[in-house]
């Protein structure tokens, strides 16, 4: 969550901060949580990138839960595994997502999800 927010350019702390009282619910109900991290792209400034790049690993410093830092790490931009936009993966991509991420789903499911 929050990839759409850095592509409208909305400012990083209102996504913290709505991801920051989304993640606190869910603990409080008893309820694991891994936060998948994404980047903002080049395009939009260091400092917009910086700002938004932090966000992740705040979350997980604030909530000890559990960190894969980059959604679309080895897929991202990569034609054979996005749709046109090079923004979306495509079914294939999905597939790399789901092999990379599985192994941190399984830590969050068995209980050993403690910490990025």
Same mark, same amino acid.
């Given at each position: 969550?929050?990839?759409?927010?850095?592509?409208?350019?909305?400012?990083?702390?209102?996504?913290?901060?709505?991801?920051?009282? &989304?993640?606190?619910?869910?603990?409080? @109900?008893?309820? #694991?949580? +891994?936060?998948?991290?994404?980047?903002?792209?080049?395009?939009?400034?260091?400092?917009?990138?910086?700002?938004?790049?932090? &966000?992740?690993? @705040? +979350?997980?410093?604030?909530?000890?839960?559990?960190?894969?830092?980059?959604?679309?790490? #080895?897929?991202?931009?990569?034609?054979?595994?996005?749709?046109?936009?090079? &923004?979306?993966p495509n079914r294939a991509?999905?597939?790399? &997502?789901v092999e990379r991420i599985a192994l941190f789903l399984?830590?969050?499911?068995?209980?050993?999800?403690?910490?990025?």
């Amino acid at each position: 969550m929050g990839a759409n927010d850095t592509l409208r350019g909305l400012d990083p702390q209102g996504t913290f901060a709505n991801l920051f009282a &989304i993640v606190t619910e869910l603990l409080g @109900r008893g309820i #694991g949580v +891994l936060i998948v991290g994404m980047l903002a792209p080049a395009d939009m400034g260091a400092e917009h990138g910086e700002a938004f790049n932090a &966000i992740y690993p @705040r +979350l997980v410093e604030k909530h000890g839960v559990l960190l894969y830092p980059f959604f679309l790490d #080895g897929v991202a931009l990569d034609p054979a595994l996005n749709q046109r936009d090079l &923004i979306h993966p495509n079914r294939a991509g999905a597939a790399v &997502i789901v092999e990379r991420i599985a192994l941190f789903l399984r830590r969050l499911i068995e209980g050993t999800a403690t910490g990025g």
